[in-house]
């Protein structure tokens, strides 16, 4: 299977999912959790400022079905209503985050309150058409509230003008209604996109080449394979090497092995192609928080050109990461955020 494909199917259970597959390989996986709470990324809702936790610079924000943490102190008082979006998944017993930037995406636009200003994403470079999106987005943000921006999305280089301006509009309505409605209690004002809803959204920029869906995709598509391959703890690398990705409460640990070849040559070319997939294993599986790499023994020298790889492979990484660097005993340690809930959770 040749290039960009979209799969869209469902689990046994009804729950929507999606696949992106790029040459027969698994690239990214979303599904939609188990139970009804509205606590789930993307999701925005009205608040009410519960309690500041000390030595944490953050509040607790009541909310339908939970509690969540809002790392915002400064402007804040007991009693407040706020509009915030989920940014992440909590672990077991934690409160949700969200944050007070609130983002409404479509496929075509994303409306930013707060953030003032019409910006053209820096993927479109015709500057012909920057000018003509420019001057729609001036039309269309007509009449919005001036705390009120809009980025318009890569995506829009190739949708017709209609297209743009309708997705312009319904966004920024939105936005100007759920922002406004700062009235009563907890409540959930725009529900999180399901695994259909955020592939259309995310998936088709550039445009796929071919969209598989119906009953039976994934497995018509090698999605069931790939997942069942990610059941295990160990990801297989070429040459016999292998990476184990195994979970604590505190965090993940990834350990790289080079298989048969004990060499330090080998070890080189393991934690290479270890640092090149790891972006796609942690997202496939849902994995976040703090990770800590044990690599296979190399030469200190090679630090910094499997430093350089893994700078390289999480650049486009749409969940953010800070690569923190190695530890004195030789270990490699980052941190990814926790935006979606862990694989093992969904299956």
């Known amino acids: 299977m040749i290039g960009r494909v979209v799969v869209l199917d469902r689990m046994e259970d009804g729950r929507a999912a999606a696949a992106l597959m790029v040459d027969g390989r698994l690239e990214d996986l979303v599904i939609d959790p188990k139970g009804e709470s509205p ?52 672990e077991p017993g934690k409160a949700v985050p969200v944050t007070l930037r609130v983002l409404f995406k479509s496929q075509l636009a994303i409306a930013t309150p707060g953030a003032p200003g019409i910006n053209i994403s820096r993927r479109i470079r015709d500057e012909e058409l920057r000018q003509d999106l420019q001057d729609l987005a001036d039309e269309a943000m007509k009449g919005a509230p001036a705390t009120l921006g809009l980025i318009i999305r890569s995506a829009a280089e190739a949708a017709g003008e209609d297209a743009v301006a309708e997705d312009i509009l319904s966004v920024k309505e939105l936005a100007t209604a759920v922002m406004a409605d700062l009235s009563g209690g907890p409540e959930l004002l725009v529900d999180a996109p399901d695994a259909h809803e955020l592939a259309w959204r995310e998936w088709t920029d550039p445009a796929p080449d071919e969209v598989v869906e119906g009953e039976g995709a994934f497995e018509r598509s090698g999605v069931l394979d790939a997942i ?30 080079t298989g048969p070849d004990t060499s330090l040559a080998a070890g080189l070319k393991a934690n290479i192609a270890a640092a090149r997939d790891l972006p796609r294993q942690l997202r496939l599986r849902g994995l976040g928080g703090q990770i800590v790499v044990d690599f296979a023994p190399m030469p200190k020298k090679d630090r910094g050109t499997l430093e350089q790889v893994l700078r390289a492979a999480f650049k486009g990484e749409a969940a953010e990461s800070t690569l923190a660097g190695w530890t004195p005993l030789g270990n490699f340690e980052l941190q990814r955020k926790r935006d979606r809930a862990m694989l093992k959770d969904l299956l």
């Open 39 to 90: 606590l789930q990324p993307g999701a925005i809702l009205r608040g009410v400022v519960d309690r500041l936790v000390k030595g944490q610079g953050g509040v607790f924000v009541k909310l339908p079905g939970g509690s969540g943490f809002l790392r915002q102190v400064s402007g804040l008082a007991p009693g407040q209503r706020v509009i915030v979006q989920v940014s992440g998944v909590a």
């Open 228 to 257: 069942d391959d990610l059941r295990s703890v160990v990801a297989e690398l070429p040459a016999g090497g292998s990476m184990v990705l195994e979970t604590t409460r505190a965090l993940v640990a990834v350990d790289i092995n």
